[in-house]
């Protein structure tokens, strides 16, 4: 007999439900710290709504009984083109919210990239074993603690390095500024009185929020509180960074280098003579520049400039396999996700994120299902219905 659903799983019949039971979970400044953006959450908002532009033109008589969702990244198989992108802080969630996400991948058989922001060190996530895991760095004003961050990640196998150039500078994020929002987590008299409402999460984190910190950044032998540890990262990020120093990276790691925060076309053709191996379409989910273009309506530019010599992805408003479909026809090889991996953290840790994946697998199956696509790699731009090929 099979075992009934937790109710959770049964309300969690989206992205959308997932974020509500996230929201519903959090303490309002840790559930608004995964959930807001930059400055008037212009570009978080477009991210989404840029989709709804893009339309499907099935046709259904091509009819696949079956269809394959998998995918091929740097010599590694995925089982469906989503991988989990990073996110900073993913212990605030759940205990062990890291570890949760690399072994929610490996179930799925898909790969995930650990942010630089990690709780725990790159090593003790590394011990999940599952691959293909990706490490997220940035060029940072102590070049040698950039080289550091790399040469630890070749160390513990991590098979990617995924080099964010889109936060050389702090967005201005004015939920957390009107929150207070802090870390370890502070709450003011209102957020105390809220907290019998969040019973459930409080009780899980008892013993995490006291020790919350920023893993990667922290020297051997050092007991440095986490706000100290945020000054040092917010003191490392260099806007004067530039090309040489993507390719003194490139010199110092073997494996795909990545770079992630592309939206302009030229930049995307600069870093193919770079010695780049994938490309990221990416505007930090709207958490940097507000007024940023969505990244699916910049995706076709950096698609034709690329002309296909490295595979390209894409994040940023993916909330539906739909939207993957819709990526993918556009010329992406897969999509990263966000905000949904931490919203299922919160609902259910582990558990939660294996089921949100499946959400996607689900969507993008139907999806495909109904537009007569057997295989992920035979999805194209004739997929799609353009207005402009409409007779009269």
């Given at each position: 007999m099979t075992a009934p659903q937790p109710a959770w799983q049964r309300r969690a019949y989206n992205i959308e439900a997932l974020r509500s039971l996230a929201r519903a979970a959090l303490p309002?400044?840790?559930?608004?710290?995964?959930?807001?953006?930059?400055?008037k959450e212009y570009t978080l908002r477009r991210n989404e709504a840029a989709f709804d532009g893009i339309e499907l033109l099935p046709r259904p008589l091509s009819g696949p009984a079956d269809r394959d969702l998998s995918v091929s990244l740097f010599g590694k198989p995925l089982s469906l083109p989503i991988l989990l992108g990073p996110t900073?802080?993913?212990?605030?969630?759940?205990?062990?919210?890291?570890?949760?996400?690399?072994?929610?991948?490996?179930?799925?058989?898909?790969g995930f990239c650990l942010s630089h922001g990690s709780v725990v060190p790159l090593e003790k996530v590394a011990a999940s074993g599952t691959s293909p895991?990706?490490?997220?760095?940035?060029?940072?004003?102590?070049?040698?603690?950039?080289?550091?961050?790399?040469?630890r990640a070749a160390k513990a196998g991590y098979d990617a390095l995924v080099l964010t150039i889109d936060n050389q500078l702090l967005g201005n994020r004015e939920r957390d500024i009107?929150?207070?929002?802090?870390?370890p987590p502070r709450f003011g008299a209102t957020g105390i009185a809220g907290m019998a409402l969040k019973a459930q999460w409080l009780w899980?984190?008892?013993?995490?929020?006291?020790n919350i910190t920023f893993g990667n950044y922290v020297r051997p032998n050092e007991t440095a509180d986490i706000s100290t540890l945020a000054g040092r990262m917010g003191s490392l990020l260099d806007p004067a960074?530039?090309?040489?120093?993507?390719?003194?990276?490139?010199?110092?790691w073997t494996g795909p280098l990545i770079l992630k925060g592309i939206l302009h076309p030229e930049e995307a053709r600069q870093a193919l003579d770079h010695g780049i191996d994938g490309l990221i379409v990416s505007n930090h989910g709207g958490r940097q520049l507000d007024g940023a273009p969505a990244t699916i309506d910049v995706l076709p530019q950096v698609v034709a400039a690329v002309e296909g010599r490295v595979p390209i992805l894409i994040d940023g408003g993916i909330r539906r396999g739909s939207d993957?479909?819709?990526?993918?026809?556009?010329?992406?090889?897969?999509?990263?996700?966000?905000?949904?991996?931490?919203?299922?953290l919160a609902v259910a840790g582990e558990a939660g994120?294996?089921?949100?994946?499946?959400?996607?697998?689900?969507?993008?199956?139907?999806?495909?299902?109904?537009?007569?696509?057997?295989?992920?790699?035979?999805?194209a731009k004739d997929l799609l219905f353009s207005r402009s090929s409409r007779p009269g």
């Open positions: 309002k400044p840790i559930f608004d710290f995964a959930d807001g953006g930059a400055e900073g802080l993913a212990g605030l969630f759940w205990p062990d919210g890291e570890g949760c996400l690399a072994r929610a991948a490996g179930k799925a058989g898909t895991r990706w490490m997220q760095v940035f060029i940072y004003k102590d070049r040698g603690f950039t080289r550091e961050l790399a040469e009107r929150n207070g929002f802090a870390i899980r984190m008892r013993r995490e929020i006291p960074m530039s090309w040489r120093d993507v390719d003194e990276l490139r010199r110092l993957v479909v819709k990526a993918l026809a556009l010329g992406a090889k897969a999509c990263l996700v966000g905000r949904p991996v931490l919203w299922a994120v294996v089921h949100m994946l499946d959400i996607y697998r689900r969507e993008i199956d139907r999806v495909m299902g109904l537009c007569g696509e057997a295989r992920v790699d035979g999805i």
